[in-house]
């Protein structure tokens, strides 16, 4: 009984972490350029049971374990905001921005002016360009991006965005809701910038939300079988007690 409780409690830690993905999937269905995550499963199987009349020495358990999160980097639908310092990536590209942490990388290009007139992420970290940071002045109007990540205003030109690809986007590591760190950027690439749109987030609330209530009525029946072992365990040692009394 304890080895049928022990592969149950596995089971329920499992199901409590894919509720807090899914969760936090559907609290970010509306977050720009966020990427929606799956987690991934696996038996781990521990030869622990044993019995002198077992057919075999040992009998192997099978337990559930969450091993990892898979991050799905498919393109989430662009939206048009008419607002000049928004931008979507179309491809596999990535914006990069400069944190504290070093270069990262994001989809959401919702971005906006800081008191200095720099081009930031609504974080607040600076989006670079082959030049740098983005500068504007307060009297500077008319920002245009173009395709190639080619940015201009009234003040003429004022640089190139810079857009960062990976050869294995499953190699990135999540820094936040939609930012990313990866090594060996490629900035010779094939995607290419909208102007005065977003991404929206690729997350399916219907997906997630049938996902949702297929855990939780997964959770429930496991803690209804945890509370059934329960009774039969006491049930046994009153039995025991009763015949050593």
Request: glycine share 8%; charged share 20%.
């Amino acid at each position: 009984m304890e080895n049928a409780q022990l592969i149950n409690l596995s089971r329920q830690i499992a199901l409590q972490r894919q509720m807090d993905v899914v969760a936090n999937n559907m609290a970010n269905i509306n977050t720009a350029g966020y990427k929606n995550v799956d987690i991934l499963f696996e038996e781990y199987v521990m030869p622990i049971a044993r019995d002198k009349n077992f057919k075999s020495l040992d009998q192997p358990l099978s337990f559930t374990q969450d091993w990892a999160t898979i991050d799905d980097f498919a393109a989430g639908s662009i939206e048009l905001t008419g607002n000049e310092l928004d931008m979507a990536v179309q491809g596999q590209g990535f914006f990069v921005v400069q944190t504290p942490a070093g270069e990262l990388y994001t989809r959401n290009g919702s971005f906006q002016l800081n008191q200095r007139g720099e081009l930031v992420t609504s974080e607040g970290y600076n989006v670079l360009a082959d030049g740098g940071f983005l500068t504007f002045a307060p009297d500077e109007t008319g920002i245009i991006v173009s395709k190639d990540g080619g940015v201009s205003s009234s003040a003429g030109n004022k640089g190139i965005i810079r857009i960062a690809e990976f050869a294995d986007p499953q190699s990135l590591k999540r820094a936040g809701d939609t930012m990313f760190s990866g090594e060996n950027p490629i900035f010779d690439n094939q995607s290419s910038i909208v102007h005065m749109a977003i991404e929206r987030s690729n997350v399916s609330g219907v997906s997630e939300m049938t996902e949702m209530i297929r855990v939780t009525r997964a959770y429930t029946s496991m803690a209804n079988l945890q509370q059934k072992q329960d009774e039969l365990r006491r049930t046994a040692i009153k039995r025991l007690g009763d015949l050593n009394a």
